[in-house]
Protein backbone atom coordinates (compact mmCIF):
# COMPACT_ATOMS: atom_id res chain seq x y z
CA UNK A 1 0.00 0.00 0.00
CA UNK A 2 2.54 2.15 0.96
CA UNK A 3 4.98 1.76 -1.92
CA UNK A 4 2.36 2.01 -4.74
CA UNK A 5 1.74 5.72 -3.39
CA UNK A 6 5.39 6.07 -3.31
CA UNK A 7 5.77 4.88 -6.44
CA UNK A 8 4.15 7.54 -9.06
CA UNK A 9 5.48 10.40 -6.55
CA UNK A 10 8.92 9.11 -7.02
CA UNK A 11 8.77 8.45 -10.70
CA UNK A 12 7.86 12.26 -10.47
CA UNK A 13 10.90 13.21 -8.94
CA UNK A 14 13.05 11.69 -11.03
CA UNK A 15 11.52 13.28 -13.74
CA UNK A 16 12.24 16.17 -12.64
CA UNK A 17 15.73 15.54 -11.62
CA UNK A 18 16.12 14.29 -15.30
CA UNK A 19 14.34 17.49 -16.80
CA UNK A 20 14.80 19.87 -14.65
CA UNK A 21 18.17 21.08 -15.28
CA UNK A 22 17.71 20.89 -18.73
CA UNK A 23 14.15 22.73 -18.53
CA UNK A 24 16.66 25.47 -16.53
CA UNK A 25 18.82 25.85 -18.53
CA UNK A 26 17.26 26.38 -21.52
CA UNK A 27 14.84 28.93 -19.50
CA UNK A 28 17.96 30.96 -18.78
CA UNK A 29 18.71 30.66 -22.34
CA UNK A 30 15.36 31.90 -23.29
CA UNK A 31 15.29 34.49 -20.67
CA UNK A 32 19.00 36.12 -21.91
CA UNK A 33 17.79 36.11 -25.14
CA UNK A 34 14.83 38.42 -24.33
CA UNK A 35 16.77 40.14 -22.43
CA UNK A 36 19.34 40.73 -26.12
CA UNK A 37 15.83 41.10 -28.09
CA UNK A 38 15.18 44.01 -26.16
CA UNK A 39 18.48 45.83 -25.37
CA UNK A 40 19.22 45.86 -29.39
CA UNK A 41 15.01 46.78 -29.64
CA UNK A 42 15.73 49.31 -27.92
CA UNK A 43 18.64 51.20 -29.21
CA UNK A 44 20.67 50.16 -25.93
CA UNK A 45 23.13 47.56 -27.88
CA UNK A 46 24.22 48.68 -31.22
CA UNK A 47 22.95 46.57 -33.96
CA UNK A 48 25.77 46.53 -35.98
CA UNK A 49 27.44 44.87 -33.31
CA UNK A 50 25.06 42.41 -31.55
CA UNK A 51 22.25 40.59 -33.69
CA UNK A 52 18.55 40.96 -32.45
CA UNK A 53 18.73 36.92 -31.53
CA UNK A 54 15.21 36.95 -33.55
CA UNK A 55 17.61 38.40 -36.60
CA UNK A 56 19.71 35.82 -36.15
CA UNK A 57 17.62 32.94 -36.55
CA UNK A 58 15.88 34.23 -39.41
CA UNK A 59 18.89 34.20 -41.11
CA UNK A 60 19.70 30.70 -40.56
CA UNK A 61 17.52 29.95 -43.05
CA UNK A 62 19.37 32.27 -45.43
CA UNK A 63 22.73 30.49 -44.85
CA UNK A 64 21.71 27.06 -45.54
CA UNK A 65 19.78 28.03 -49.23
CA UNK A 66 22.64 31.06 -50.27
CA UNK A 67 25.41 30.67 -48.17
CA UNK A 68 25.69 26.66 -48.68
CA UNK A 69 25.73 25.76 -44.34
CA UNK A 70 25.13 22.46 -45.21
CA UNK A 71 28.34 21.95 -47.51
CA UNK A 72 30.26 23.70 -44.94
CA UNK A 73 29.59 21.82 -42.34
CA UNK A 74 29.98 18.71 -44.04
CA UNK A 75 33.27 19.52 -45.36
CA UNK A 76 34.19 20.29 -41.87
CA UNK A 77 32.55 17.60 -40.37
CA UNK A 78 35.11 15.41 -43.36
CA UNK A 79 38.22 17.27 -42.23
CA UNK A 80 37.38 16.89 -38.73
CA UNK A 81 36.80 13.29 -38.99
CA UNK A 82 39.97 12.53 -41.41
CA UNK A 83 42.39 14.63 -38.94
CA UNK A 84 40.93 12.52 -35.40
CA UNK A 85 41.45 9.53 -37.59
CA UNK A 86 45.08 10.12 -38.54
CA UNK A 87 45.86 11.79 -35.07
CA UNK A 88 44.67 8.41 -33.42
CA UNK A 89 47.10 6.68 -36.04
CA UNK A 90 49.60 8.69 -34.46
CA UNK A 91 48.80 8.81 -31.01
CA UNK A 92 47.68 5.43 -30.19
CA UNK A 93 51.05 4.22 -31.02
CA UNK A 94 52.75 7.21 -29.10
CA UNK A 95 50.74 6.95 -26.34
CA UNK A 96 52.02 3.24 -26.25
CA UNK A 97 55.38 3.63 -27.07
CA UNK A 98 55.67 6.41 -23.94
CA UNK A 99 54.21 3.46 -21.37
CA UNK A 100 55.99 0.73 -23.10
CA UNK A 101 59.39 2.50 -22.82
CA UNK A 102 59.68 4.00 -19.29
CA UNK A 103 62.19 6.17 -19.88
CA UNK A 104 60.64 8.28 -23.38
CA UNK A 105 57.63 8.43 -20.97
CA UNK A 106 59.33 10.28 -18.25
CA UNK A 107 61.39 12.34 -20.77
CA UNK A 108 58.20 13.43 -22.82
CA UNK A 109 54.81 12.81 -21.17
CA UNK A 110 55.75 16.70 -19.23
CA UNK A 111 56.37 17.89 -23.07
CA UNK A 112 53.45 16.85 -24.59
CA UNK A 113 51.28 17.83 -21.31
CA UNK A 114 52.50 20.90 -21.74
CA UNK A 115 51.30 20.96 -25.63
CA UNK A 116 48.36 20.19 -24.28
CA UNK A 117 47.44 23.20 -22.36
CA UNK A 118 49.49 25.38 -25.06
CA UNK A 119 47.61 27.47 -27.92
CA UNK A 120 48.73 25.42 -30.94
CA UNK A 121 46.57 27.36 -33.37
CA UNK A 122 49.54 29.98 -32.88
CA UNK A 123 51.29 27.48 -35.55
CA UNK A 124 49.14 28.12 -38.41
CA UNK A 125 51.30 30.67 -40.04
CA UNK A 126 54.01 28.24 -40.17
CA UNK A 127 51.73 25.84 -42.30
CA UNK A 128 50.58 28.16 -44.23
CA UNK A 129 53.98 29.17 -45.36
CA UNK A 130 54.90 24.95 -45.85
CA UNK A 131 51.99 23.68 -46.84
CA UNK A 132 49.60 26.38 -48.22
CA UNK A 133 46.18 27.68 -48.00
CA UNK A 134 44.69 24.46 -48.41
CA UNK A 135 43.25 21.92 -46.68
CA UNK A 136 46.77 20.50 -45.92
CA UNK A 137 46.93 22.82 -42.99
CA UNK A 138 43.89 22.84 -41.79
CA UNK A 139 44.16 19.15 -41.41
CA UNK A 140 47.72 19.32 -40.03
CA UNK A 141 46.30 21.88 -37.30
CA UNK A 142 43.57 19.32 -36.54
CA UNK A 143 46.51 16.45 -36.63
CA UNK A 144 48.49 17.98 -34.56
CA UNK A 145 46.27 19.10 -31.90
CA UNK A 146 43.98 15.95 -32.00
CA UNK A 147 47.38 13.88 -31.69
CA UNK A 148 48.03 15.45 -28.12
CA UNK A 149 45.49 14.10 -26.05
CA UNK A 150 44.94 10.74 -27.57
CA UNK A 151 48.54 9.70 -27.23
CA UNK A 152 48.19 11.21 -23.06
CA UNK A 153 45.13 9.09 -22.35
CA UNK A 154 46.31 6.24 -24.25
CA UNK A 155 49.32 6.05 -22.57
CA UNK A 156 47.69 7.21 -18.77
CA UNK A 157 45.38 4.73 -19.55
CA UNK A 158 47.70 1.65 -19.93
CA UNK A 159 49.54 2.55 -17.06
CA UNK A 160 46.17 2.60 -14.76
CA UNK A 161 45.41 -0.86 -15.88
CA UNK A 162 44.53 -2.60 -12.62
CA UNK A 163 47.69 -4.96 -11.68
CA UNK A 164 45.56 -7.27 -10.24
CA UNK A 165 43.51 -7.81 -13.77
CA UNK A 166 47.42 -8.35 -15.05
CA UNK A 167 48.15 -10.41 -12.31
CA UNK A 168 44.86 -12.88 -12.97
CA UNK A 169 46.70 -12.41 -17.20
CA UNK A 170 50.22 -14.37 -15.02
CA UNK A 171 48.54 -16.70 -13.47
CA UNK A 172 47.26 -17.98 -16.50
CA UNK A 173 50.41 -18.09 -18.21
CA UNK A 174 49.76 -15.56 -20.45
CA UNK A 175 52.16 -14.40 -22.85
CA UNK A 176 52.95 -10.82 -23.58
CA UNK A 177 51.15 -10.59 -26.89
CA UNK A 178 48.35 -12.19 -25.11
CA UNK A 179 48.71 -9.92 -21.67
CA UNK A 180 48.17 -7.62 -24.66
CA UNK A 181 45.56 -7.85 -26.67
CA UNK A 182 43.48 -10.22 -24.16
CA UNK A 183 43.43 -7.95 -20.89
CA UNK A 184 45.68 -4.32 -21.41
CA UNK A 185 44.10 -3.25 -24.40
CA UNK A 186 40.84 -3.74 -23.39
CA UNK A 187 41.16 -2.38 -20.36
CA UNK A 188 42.14 0.56 -21.70
CA UNK A 189 39.54 1.47 -24.30
CA UNK A 190 37.55 3.58 -21.89
CA UNK A 191 40.06 5.74 -21.05
CA UNK A 192 41.69 5.85 -24.18
CA UNK A 193 38.56 6.56 -25.47
CA UNK A 194 38.23 9.72 -23.56
CA UNK A 195 41.20 10.85 -25.23
CA UNK A 196 40.11 10.32 -28.44
CA UNK A 197 36.91 12.12 -27.92
CA UNK A 198 39.13 15.21 -26.66
CA UNK A 199 40.86 14.58 -29.86
CA UNK A 200 37.98 15.02 -32.12
CA UNK A 201 36.54 17.93 -29.96
CA UNK A 202 40.35 19.75 -30.48
CA UNK A 203 40.62 19.06 -34.01
CA UNK A 204 37.04 20.58 -34.99
CA UNK A 205 37.79 23.53 -32.82
CA UNK A 206 41.11 24.21 -34.21
CA UNK A 207 39.89 23.43 -37.79
CA UNK A 208 37.09 25.70 -37.56
CA UNK A 209 39.29 28.60 -36.24
CA UNK A 210 42.46 28.15 -38.56
CA UNK A 211 38.86 27.82 -41.57
CA UNK A 212 38.05 31.38 -40.21
CA UNK A 213 41.59 32.54 -40.07
CA UNK A 214 42.96 32.09 -43.53
CA UNK A 215 38.97 32.09 -44.88
CA UNK A 216 38.97 28.66 -46.39
CA UNK A 217 37.25 25.55 -45.69
CA UNK A 218 34.00 25.14 -44.56
CA UNK A 219 31.83 26.43 -41.34
CA UNK A 220 35.03 28.55 -40.24
CA UNK A 221 35.17 30.22 -43.41
CA UNK A 222 31.46 30.85 -43.45
CA UNK A 223 31.70 32.84 -40.30
CA UNK A 224 34.76 34.72 -41.93
CA UNK A 225 32.40 35.27 -45.24
CA UNK A 226 29.49 37.15 -43.08
CA UNK A 227 32.38 39.23 -41.10
CA UNK A 228 33.75 40.73 -44.33
CA UNK A 229 30.27 41.01 -45.49
CA UNK A 230 29.25 43.01 -42.05
CA UNK A 231 26.50 40.52 -42.38
CA UNK A 232 26.23 40.52 -38.60
CA UNK A 233 23.06 38.31 -37.89
CA UNK A 234 24.56 36.48 -40.43
CA UNK A 235 27.89 35.91 -38.51
CA UNK A 236 26.01 35.33 -35.29
CA UNK A 237 23.35 32.91 -37.32
CA UNK A 238 26.33 30.95 -38.51
CA UNK A 239 28.83 31.14 -34.87
CA UNK A 240 25.11 29.71 -33.15
CA UNK A 241 24.85 27.14 -35.97
CA UNK A 242 28.52 25.99 -34.70
CA UNK A 243 28.25 26.26 -31.13
CA UNK A 244 24.89 23.30 -32.08
CA UNK A 245 26.84 21.33 -33.79
CA UNK A 246 29.96 20.97 -31.22
CA UNK A 247 27.11 20.32 -28.66
CA UNK A 248 25.67 17.78 -30.87
CA UNK A 249 29.03 16.37 -30.85
CA UNK A 250 29.73 15.98 -27.61
CA UNK A 251 26.47 14.40 -27.02
CA UNK A 252 26.95 11.79 -28.78
CA UNK A 253 30.52 11.25 -27.97
CA UNK A 254 29.33 11.32 -24.30
CA UNK A 255 26.83 8.38 -25.06
CA UNK A 256 29.90 6.53 -26.47
CA UNK A 257 32.26 6.45 -23.97
CA UNK A 258 29.44 5.73 -21.19
CA UNK A 259 28.87 2.95 -23.09
CA UNK A 260 32.30 2.06 -23.55
CA UNK A 261 31.99 2.05 -19.40
CA UNK A 262 29.29 0.89 -17.68
CA UNK A 263 29.23 1.39 -14.18
CA UNK B 1 49.14 -37.88 -10.38
CA UNK B 2 49.84 -36.01 -7.56
CA UNK B 3 49.90 -32.45 -6.98
CA UNK B 4 51.68 -31.56 -3.95
CA UNK B 5 52.93 -28.35 -2.51
CA UNK B 6 54.90 -27.15 -0.46
CA UNK B 7 56.48 -24.09 1.04
CA UNK B 8 60.35 -24.11 2.55
CA UNK B 9 62.19 -21.15 4.47
CA UNK B 10 60.03 -18.49 1.99
CA UNK B 11 60.55 -15.56 3.08
CA UNK B 12 59.82 -11.74 2.32
CA UNK B 13 60.89 -8.28 3.31
CA UNK B 14 59.16 -5.32 1.36
CA UNK B 15 61.56 -1.93 1.31
CA UNK B 16 58.84 1.42 0.90
CA UNK B 17 60.31 4.53 -1.13
CA UNK B 18 61.48 6.22 1.99
CA UNK B 19 63.41 3.37 2.34
CA UNK B 20 61.70 1.93 5.76
CA UNK B 21 61.86 -1.87 5.22
CA UNK B 22 59.28 -4.13 6.43
CA UNK B 23 59.76 -7.98 6.80
CA UNK B 24 56.10 -9.51 5.97
CA UNK B 25 57.26 -13.15 6.00
CA UNK B 26 60.15 -14.25 8.45
CA UNK B 27 61.28 -18.15 7.06
CA UNK B 28 57.99 -19.84 6.87
CA UNK B 29 57.37 -23.58 6.11
CA UNK B 30 54.13 -25.39 4.76
CA UNK B 31 53.26 -28.56 3.15
CA UNK B 32 49.90 -28.89 1.44
CA UNK B 33 48.96 -33.00 0.60
CA UNK B 34 47.50 -33.96 -2.45
CA UNK B 35 43.72 -33.67 -2.09
CA UNK B 36 44.17 -31.83 0.94
CA UNK B 37 42.37 -28.77 2.18
CA UNK B 38 44.59 -26.29 3.93
CA UNK B 39 43.51 -22.87 5.28
CA UNK B 40 45.86 -20.59 6.55
CA UNK B 41 44.39 -17.76 8.87
CA UNK B 42 46.27 -14.97 10.52
CA UNK B 43 45.22 -11.24 11.85
CA UNK B 44 45.46 -8.64 9.00
CA UNK B 45 48.73 -7.21 7.83
CA UNK B 46 50.37 -10.86 9.10
CA UNK B 47 51.79 -11.48 4.93
CA UNK B 48 48.97 -14.21 4.02
CA UNK B 49 49.17 -11.95 0.33
CA UNK B 50 52.96 -12.20 0.28
CA UNK B 51 52.71 -16.14 0.88
CA UNK B 52 49.98 -16.28 -1.61
CA UNK B 53 51.77 -14.35 -4.48
CA UNK B 54 54.97 -15.95 -3.71
CA UNK B 55 53.51 -19.55 -4.23
CA UNK B 56 51.90 -18.34 -7.03
CA UNK B 57 54.69 -17.14 -8.68
CA UNK B 58 53.64 -13.22 -8.78
CA UNK B 59 56.68 -12.18 -6.79
CA UNK B 60 59.96 -14.08 -5.86
CA UNK B 61 60.76 -14.55 -2.63
CA UNK B 62 64.04 -13.44 -0.69
CA UNK B 63 65.15 -16.70 0.45
CA UNK B 64 63.89 -20.16 0.31
CA UNK B 65 61.68 -21.63 -2.36
CA UNK B 66 58.48 -23.37 -3.28
CA UNK B 67 57.89 -27.00 -4.18
CA UNK B 68 55.43 -28.20 -7.16
CA UNK B 69 54.97 -31.76 -7.12
CA UNK B 70 58.34 -32.54 -6.02
CA UNK B 71 59.98 -29.59 -7.88
CA UNK B 72 61.22 -26.19 -7.08
CA UNK B 73 59.67 -23.45 -9.48
CA UNK B 74 59.46 -19.83 -10.03
CA UNK B 75 57.51 -17.83 -11.24
CA UNK B 76 53.36 -19.12 -12.53
CA UNK B 77 53.19 -22.71 -12.80
CA UNK B 78 50.51 -24.28 -15.15
CA UNK B 79 48.99 -26.69 -12.59
CA UNK B 80 48.44 -23.86 -9.87
CA UNK B 81 45.32 -21.77 -10.02
CA UNK B 82 44.82 -18.27 -8.51
CA UNK B 83 41.66 -16.94 -7.10
CA UNK B 84 42.51 -12.72 -5.80
CA UNK B 85 41.34 -10.71 -2.75
CA UNK B 86 40.96 -8.16 -4.86
CA UNK B 87 38.28 -7.69 -7.72
CA UNK B 88 39.54 -9.04 -10.41
CA UNK B 89 36.80 -10.17 -13.16
CA UNK B 90 37.11 -8.54 -16.22
CA UNK B 91 34.44 -5.66 -16.62
CA UNK B 92 34.51 -5.99 -19.92
CA UNK B 93 33.51 -9.60 -20.36
CA UNK B 94 30.28 -11.40 -19.59
CA UNK B 95 29.95 -13.95 -16.91
CA UNK B 96 30.14 -16.48 -19.15
CA UNK B 97 32.80 -15.10 -21.11
CA UNK B 98 34.72 -14.52 -17.76
CA UNK B 99 34.65 -17.71 -17.09
CA UNK B 100 35.61 -19.33 -20.54
CA UNK B 101 38.86 -17.31 -20.43
CA UNK B 102 41.38 -19.67 -19.77
CA UNK B 103 39.63 -22.03 -22.43
CA UNK B 104 39.75 -19.57 -25.08
CA UNK B 105 43.45 -18.68 -24.07
CA UNK B 106 44.00 -22.79 -24.41
CA UNK B 107 42.35 -22.62 -27.70
CA UNK B 108 38.81 -24.35 -27.55
CA UNK B 109 36.57 -23.97 -29.66
CA UNK B 110 33.99 -21.32 -29.32
CA UNK B 111 31.37 -23.70 -28.71
CA UNK B 112 32.88 -25.78 -26.64
CA UNK B 113 34.11 -23.64 -24.40
CA UNK B 114 30.90 -22.01 -23.37
CA UNK B 115 29.19 -25.05 -22.85
CA UNK B 116 32.34 -26.26 -20.92
CA UNK B 117 31.86 -22.42 -18.74
CA UNK B 118 28.34 -23.06 -18.54
CA UNK B 119 28.97 -26.09 -15.97
CA UNK B 120 31.26 -23.87 -14.22
CA UNK B 121 28.96 -20.88 -14.02
CA UNK B 122 26.22 -23.54 -12.58
CA UNK B 123 28.26 -24.75 -10.25
CA UNK B 124 29.17 -22.00 -8.25
CA UNK B 125 25.30 -21.10 -8.52
CA UNK B 126 25.06 -17.97 -11.20
CA UNK B 127 22.71 -19.94 -14.14
CA UNK B 128 20.62 -17.22 -15.38
CA UNK B 129 23.39 -14.81 -15.28
CA UNK B 130 25.77 -15.96 -18.02
CA UNK B 131 25.21 -12.40 -19.73
CA UNK B 132 25.43 -10.24 -16.88
CA UNK B 133 28.47 -8.22 -16.77
CA UNK B 134 30.44 -7.77 -13.55
CA UNK B 135 29.10 -4.23 -12.76
CA UNK B 136 25.53 -5.56 -13.30
CA UNK B 137 26.63 -8.30 -10.35
CA UNK B 138 26.80 -8.26 -6.53
CA UNK B 139 30.34 -8.26 -4.95
CA UNK B 140 29.51 -11.85 -4.29
CA UNK B 141 28.46 -12.90 -7.34
CA UNK B 142 31.94 -11.22 -9.19
CA UNK B 143 33.77 -13.34 -6.31
CA UNK B 144 31.84 -16.35 -7.54
CA UNK B 145 32.64 -15.42 -11.42
CA UNK B 146 36.64 -14.93 -10.64
CA UNK B 147 36.51 -18.41 -8.94
CA UNK B 148 34.13 -20.16 -11.80
CA UNK B 149 36.98 -18.24 -14.11
CA UNK B 150 39.96 -20.11 -11.94
CA UNK B 151 38.41 -23.93 -11.50
CA UNK B 152 37.44 -23.90 -15.26
CA UNK B 153 40.98 -24.10 -16.42
CA UNK B 154 41.15 -27.06 -13.89
CA UNK B 155 44.05 -26.57 -11.86
CA UNK B 156 45.55 -29.57 -9.83
CA UNK B 157 45.76 -26.93 -6.95
CA UNK B 158 43.88 -24.20 -6.23
CA UNK B 159 45.02 -20.97 -4.30
CA UNK B 160 42.11 -18.61 -2.77
CA UNK B 161 43.35 -15.49 -1.19
CA UNK B 162 40.45 -14.33 0.77
CA UNK B 163 37.97 -15.28 -1.73
CA UNK B 164 35.09 -14.34 0.63
CA UNK B 165 36.67 -11.52 2.59
CA UNK B 166 34.39 -8.62 1.55
CA UNK B 167 30.76 -10.55 2.18
CA UNK B 168 28.28 -10.92 4.98
CA UNK B 169 28.80 -13.41 7.36
CA UNK B 170 25.36 -15.27 5.83
CA UNK B 171 26.67 -15.39 2.35
CA UNK B 172 29.94 -16.43 3.66
CA UNK B 173 28.53 -19.86 4.73
CA UNK B 174 26.26 -20.03 1.89
CA UNK B 175 29.06 -19.86 -0.25
CA UNK B 176 31.52 -22.07 1.89
CA UNK B 177 28.59 -24.78 1.36
CA UNK B 178 29.22 -23.87 -2.34
CA UNK B 179 32.74 -24.72 -2.11
CA UNK B 180 32.72 -27.51 -0.20
CA UNK B 181 30.46 -29.20 -2.75
CA UNK B 182 32.97 -28.38 -5.42
CA UNK B 183 35.61 -29.26 -3.68
CA UNK B 184 34.41 -33.15 -3.17
CA UNK B 185 33.56 -32.94 -6.71
CA UNK B 186 36.79 -31.86 -8.38
CA UNK B 187 39.22 -33.46 -5.30
CA UNK B 188 41.89 -31.04 -6.16
CA UNK B 189 44.31 -29.74 -3.54
CA UNK B 190 43.46 -26.71 -2.00
CA UNK B 191 44.84 -23.69 0.35
CA UNK B 192 42.22 -21.07 1.28
CA UNK B 193 43.65 -17.93 2.86
CA UNK B 194 41.09 -16.38 4.99
CA UNK B 195 41.04 -14.65 8.60
CA UNK B 196 37.44 -16.08 9.28
CA UNK B 197 37.60 -18.92 11.87
CA UNK B 198 34.05 -20.09 11.24
CA UNK B 199 34.66 -20.28 7.50
CA UNK B 200 38.55 -21.91 7.92
CA UNK B 201 36.98 -24.68 10.65
CA UNK B 202 33.95 -25.24 7.80
CA UNK B 203 36.05 -25.89 4.69
CA UNK B 204 39.30 -27.75 5.98
CA UNK B 205 40.87 -30.31 6.65
CA UNK B 206 43.98 -28.87 8.45
CA UNK B 207 44.10 -25.29 9.64
CA UNK B 208 47.85 -23.43 9.56
CA UNK B 209 47.87 -20.54 11.85
CA UNK B 210 50.08 -17.40 11.31
CA UNK B 211 51.79 -15.19 13.64
CA UNK B 212 51.57 -11.69 13.29
CA UNK B 213 54.18 -9.67 11.10
CA UNK B 214 56.97 -11.08 10.55
CA UNK B 215 54.26 -14.13 9.02
CA UNK B 216 55.59 -17.22 9.82
CA UNK B 217 53.03 -20.51 10.96
CA UNK B 218 53.05 -20.70 14.24
CA UNK B 219 50.95 -24.22 14.47
CA UNK B 220 48.79 -26.21 12.43
CA UNK B 221 45.34 -27.72 13.47
CA UNK B 222 43.96 -31.08 12.18
CA UNK B 223 40.26 -30.62 11.44
CA UNK B 224 38.76 -34.28 12.20
CA UNK B 225 35.05 -33.58 11.59
CA UNK B 226 33.17 -35.52 8.60
CA UNK B 227 32.69 -35.08 5.19
CA UNK B 228 30.69 -34.17 3.56
CA UNK B 229 30.19 -31.50 5.53
CA UNK B 230 27.70 -28.37 5.54
CA UNK B 231 26.79 -25.09 7.36
CA UNK B 232 24.97 -26.98 9.81
CA UNK B 233 28.02 -28.14 10.92
CA UNK B 234 28.58 -25.06 12.89
CA UNK B 235 26.33 -25.42 15.81
CA UNK B 236 28.16 -28.85 17.20
CA UNK B 237 30.22 -29.05 19.95
CA UNK B 238 33.09 -30.23 17.87
CA UNK B 239 33.20 -27.34 15.66
CA UNK B 240 33.29 -24.84 18.84
CA UNK B 241 36.20 -26.50 20.05
CA UNK B 242 37.69 -26.07 17.22
CA UNK B 243 37.00 -22.42 16.93
CA UNK B 244 37.98 -21.73 20.71
CA UNK B 245 41.52 -23.14 20.16
CA UNK B 246 42.06 -21.42 17.06
CA UNK B 247 40.97 -18.03 18.44
CA UNK B 248 43.44 -18.99 21.11
CA UNK B 249 46.55 -18.84 19.12
CA UNK B 250 45.21 -15.87 17.14
CA UNK B 251 44.29 -13.91 19.99
CA UNK B 252 47.63 -12.96 20.82
CA UNK B 253 48.71 -12.63 17.58
CA UNK B 254 45.44 -9.91 16.79
CA UNK B 255 46.41 -8.15 20.03
CA UNK B 256 49.83 -7.61 18.29
CA UNK B 257 48.98 -6.86 15.42
CA UNK B 258 46.52 -3.91 17.30
CA UNK B 259 48.79 -2.78 18.91
CA UNK B 260 51.63 -2.51 16.06
CA UNK B 261 48.86 -0.75 14.49
CA UNK B 262 48.23 1.85 17.10
CA UNK B 263 52.08 2.53 17.36
CA UNK B 264 52.30 3.15 13.92
N1 LIG C 1 54.37 -4.39 -2.42
C1 LIG C 1 54.57 -4.07 -1.13
N2 LIG C 1 55.41 -3.08 -0.78
C2 LIG C 1 55.61 -2.76 0.52
N3 LIG C 1 55.02 -3.37 1.55
C3 LIG C 1 54.15 -4.36 1.27
C4 LIG C 1 53.88 -4.77 -0.08
N4 LIG C 1 52.98 -5.78 -0.04
C5 LIG C 1 52.70 -5.99 1.26
N5 LIG C 1 53.42 -5.15 2.06
C6 LIG C 1 53.39 -5.13 3.52
O1 LIG C 1 53.61 -6.44 3.99
C7 LIG C 1 52.75 -6.73 5.08
C8 LIG C 1 51.94 -7.96 4.78
O2 LIG C 1 51.03 -7.68 3.73
P1 LIG C 1 49.99 -8.74 3.19
O3 LIG C 1 49.20 -8.09 2.10
O4 LIG C 1 50.70 -9.99 2.85
O5 LIG C 1 49.05 -8.97 4.46
P2 LIG C 1 47.73 -9.87 4.61
O6 LIG C 1 48.00 -10.85 5.70
O7 LIG C 1 47.30 -10.40 3.30
O8 LIG C 1 46.67 -8.81 5.13
P3 LIG C 1 45.07 -8.77 4.90
O9 LIG C 1 44.47 -9.83 5.76
O10 LIG C 1 44.68 -7.41 5.38
O11 LIG C 1 44.84 -8.98 3.44
C9 LIG C 1 51.91 -5.50 5.30
O12 LIG C 1 52.45 -4.79 6.40
C10 LIG C 1 52.04 -4.69 4.05
O13 LIG C 1 52.01 -3.33 4.35
MG1 LIG D 1 45.72 -10.11 2.05
Request: glycine share 8%; proline share 5%; aromatic share 8%.
Given at each position: ?26 L ?11 L ?41 L ?23 G ?8 A ?35 V ?13 T ?32 R ?35 P ?30 | ?10 S ?36 KS ?29 D ?7 E ?24 E ?35 A ?16 G????Q ?21 L ?35 P ?28 G ?7
Amino acid sequence: MCMTHAEPHQKQRLAFALWGPRTASLLVLLFLGLILEVLVASGIADPSIVAAPSEMLMSLERLFTKDNLGAAFLITLAQALSATFLAMLIGLPLGWTLFRYEVLGRAYRGWLAAMFAAPLVLLYPLFLVIIGRNYGTTITMGVITGSIPVALYTCEALHKVSPTLLKVGAAFNLTARQTFTLIQVPAAVPDAFTGIRLGLIYSLVNIIGIEFLIDFGGLGRVVSTMFFRYDIPGMYAAIFFIILISLLFLTVLKKVERWLRPV
Amino acid sequence: MTATLEVRNVSKTFESDNGDRIQALAPANLGVKQGEFLSIIGPSGCGKSTLFNIIGGMIPPDSGEVIVNGVSVSGPHKDIGMVFQEESTFPWRTVLDNVAFSLEVAGMEKKERLEKARHFVELVGLTGFEHHFPHQLSGGMRQRTAIARTLASEPRILLMDEPFGALDEQTRLLLGDKLLKICDALKQTTMLITHNITEAVQLSDRVAVMSYRPGTIMRTIDIELPRPRDSELISTDKFAGYVGRIWEDLRMEADRGMKAAGEA
